[in-house]
């Protein structure tokens, strides 16, 4: 059968799945990513670990798909989307880690320039909040502290950008391109010629001549080079979204109005909002969904970000040993009835949309004798839909009509939570058959791109829904996230 490879770059891990005609997983291959946290609200990641993973796990599936006489006819890239990568292009070389979106460590430069009027240009021109979570201040601080001097070809990227490059050949021949969903996160691109602004390069001082050329998300970006991945050499890279945006386009949320949820290693709302550049929004973000170049005018989305969901999970599993692996989570917060007044706040990076404070941090409240590991995981899943519903309230204060939120991410499938999340929301939530919906995005992205779909409409067909939860009595709900906004304003 002809297959498309999704090759999904996250925060956790990185991922390759293999779709068929029908957009239905064939087969996958999964590494974690190690993360490293030099100093309190810091985070980084190894460039070089991610390249070398995302090669393994290609490897992995193309020579399955290979010894099964399978045809892989394009491969897609999705990916975390503000981290930054500072490279040598001349040499791949790599004078720093790569600084994840995650990472608070600009938050006093970009209240300096918030301090210097630079917030109205900035939600102008880019769409998003002044906020150390975006690309431009990371690479500000590259450029100050990360030895760039000492580059032949100093050079910034964004994880696609660094994948593409690396895939393509890197220092050889590779092809140093992004597109308008990841570029839009970096806080350089104008959002409405969706090219790099330079108001915001001379701002940030960043030399355009350092930052990838923009193309269209669906195009031919680079073939796979036979030095880097023999099993696919030849292959051609048709498709590139970032991941949140991905995850809308795998979920078949091709009209205005319709919204995705993903829970994974944050909690990421999106609405489609059409081919009209929708200005900017109070606690919410404007970016790129995506640019299908010839295919169709290139969309916006409205997005609410909040920056640790299945990272808090992690934390119970890990650092606390309340459980030994995720999937547990569930059961252990429906061992407990209620979660006996204990307010859990997953502010470990600060909060993102709609307070965007960078100098928040976590909280466990309301602790009493009574209070046990279930209470704390039930508490935990409650936080998680809490943090949705203050999103999706600030969609409904901005006139940002919501119908139904389609859910995706490995939290989602956690019943518990989006029973929460339907009635904290007052929206039906519908489960995406496939919770691979990032993976999804890009591969029928790719898919479109080398001719295995033929248009949005085939893709929308294929979509479908395992569960549906609707709202159910707000009264409790409304009570337990009052209570959780109280609780909220001492973090």
């Known amino acids: 059968m002809e297959l498309v490879l999704a090759l999904d770059a996250g925060t956790s891990g990185v991922r390759t799945v293999a779709f068929d005609r029908s957009a239905t997983v064939q087969d996958t291959a999964h590494r974690e990513l190690t993360q490293h946290f030099p100093r309190p609200g810091e985070v980084e990641h190894d460039a070089n670990e991610i390249a070398a993973l995302c090669v393994a796990t290609l490897r992995d599936v193309a020579t399955r798909a290979r010894a099964n006489g399978h045809d892989i006819v394009a491969l897609g890239i999705t990916n975390q989307r503000e981290t930054t990568v500072a490279f040598d292009r001349a040499t791949g070389r790599l004078p720093h880690r790569a600084i994840v979106w995650q990472d608070r460590r600009t938050g006093a430069y970009c209240d300096e320039l918030d301090a210097c009027g630079a917030t109205p240009v900035v939600r102008a021109t880019t769409g998003l909040v002044l906020d150390s979570y975006f690309s431009a201040s990371k690479m500000r601080w590259f450029l100050d502290h990360g030895h760039?001097?000492?580059?032949?070809?100093?050079s910034f990227a964004t994880v696609d950008s660094w994948l593409v490059w690396w895939l393509s050949?890197?220092?050889?021949?590779?092809?140093?391109?992004?597109?308008?969903s990841n570029a839009s996160r970096t806080m350089l691109m104008d959002l409405a010629t969706m090219s790099w602004s330079n108001t915001m390069t001379t701002l940030f001082d960043v030399d355009p001549a350092m930052l990838a050329t923009i193309q269209p998300s669906l195009s031919n970006f680079a073939t796979v080079s036979a030095d880097v991945v023999p099993e696919l050499a030849g292959v051609p890279i048709t498709g590139v979204l970032g991941d949140q945006q991905s995850a809308l386009f795998g979920q078949a949320c091709f009209r205005p109005g319709v919204v995705k949820a993903t829970y994974g290693t944050g909690a990421f709302i999106l609405a489609n909002v059409g081919e009209n550049h929708p200005g900017v929004f109070d606690g919410l973000i404007t970016t790129l969904a995506w640019d299908l170049g010839e295919v169709a005018a290139p969309t916006y989305a409205v997005e609410?970000?909040?920056?640790?969901?299945?990272?808090?999970?992690q934390w119970l599993r890990d650092e606390m040993g309340f459980i030994d692996d995720s999937s547990q989570l569930e059961a252990l917060a429906t061992s407990?009835?209620?979660?006996?007044?204990?307010?859990?706040?997953?502010?470990?990076?600060?909060?993102?949309?709609?307070?965007?404070?960078?100098?928040?941090?976590?909280?466990?409240?309301?602790?009493?004798?009574?209070?046990?590991?279930?209470?704390i995981a039930r508490a935990l899943v409650e936080a998680l839909a809490y943090q949705v519903r203050a999103m999706t309230d600030a969609f409904n204060d901005g006139g940002i009509s919501l119908h139904e939120l389609r859910a995706d991410g490995g939290a989602a499938a956690v019943d518990l939570m989006l029973q929460l999340q339907a009635s904290n929301s007052k929206l039906p939530v519908l489960r995406s058959t496939s919770l691979e919906a990032t993976a999804r995005g890009a591969a029928t992205l790719c898919g479109l791109g080398a001719g295995l779909w033929s248009s949005l409409d085939e893709?929308?067909?294929?979509?479908?829904?395992?569960?549906?939860?609707?709202?159910?009595?707000?009264?409790?709900?409304?009570?337990?996230?009052?209570?959780?906004?109280?609780?909220?304003?001492?973090?």
């Open 169 to 180: 050949g890197g220092a050889e021949d590779g092809a140093f391109v992004t597109e308008p």
């Open 459 to 491: 893709l929308n067909d294929l979509w479908t829904y395992d569960r549906r939860f609707e709202p159910q009595d707000p009264l409790f709900v409304d009570l337990g996230y009052a209570a959780w906004r109280r609780a909220l304003e001492h973090a």
């Open 304 to 313: 609410g970000s909040a920056f640790v969901a299945g990272a808090a999970v």
């Open 148 to 154: 760039m001097d000492d580059l032949d070809a100093p």
């Open 336 to 375: 407990v009835s209620d979660s006996a007044g204990v307010q859990f706040i997953p502010a470990f990076t600060g909060l993102g949309s709609p307070f965007w404070r960078a100098d928040a941090r976590g909280s466990i409240t309301g602790l009493s004798r009574g209070v046990g590991r279930g209470q």
